[in-house]
Nanobody
Framework: VQLQASGGGLVQPGGSLRLSCAAS????????VGWFRQAPGKEREGVSC???????SYRDSVKGRFVVSRDVAKDTVYLQMNSLKPEDTAVYFC?????????????????WGQGTQVTVSS
């Protein structure tokens, strides 16, 4: 199983990016998918997730700005990030767990992508 996160880049404060998570060897439509991020010198933290039943969750600092969604036809999970702030700068990872609801415990995720860099700076 391999996960591929993509879509990162350099954006000015207030800008937007859309991250994508695709997989080989695994049907993402059938499992919970989480988005995590890790800034330099900080622990990896959960940002958002979507369960196989469509349940979604967000950390407080991104509520109202980030939206997680699925494209069932493409078997891809997206993280739309709006109103980006410098404190959102980090490497963003997608991860896949089993079927069911999602959460922010890293231990529940079996597979991880390699990460994509998001830099918010003027």
């Amino acid at each position: 199983v391999q996960l591929q996160a993509s879509g990162g880049g350099l954006v000015q404060p207030g800008g937007s990016l859309r991250l994508s998570c695709a997989a080989s060897g695994l049907i993402l439509n059938n499992v919970a998918v989480g988005w995590f991020r890790q800034a330099p010198g900080k622990e990896r933290e959960g940002v958002s997730c979507i369960g196989s039943n469509g349940f979604t969750s967000y950390r407080d600092s991104v509520k109202g700005r980030f939206v997680v969604s699925r494209d069932v036809a493409k078997d891809t999970v997206y993280l739309q990030m709006n109103s980006l702030k410098p404190e959102d700068t980090a490497v963003y990872f997608c991860a896949a767990a089993g079927p069911g609801v999602c959460g922010f415990s890293r231990a529940m995720y079996d597979y991880w992508g390699q990460g994509t860099q998001v830099t918010v700076s003027s």
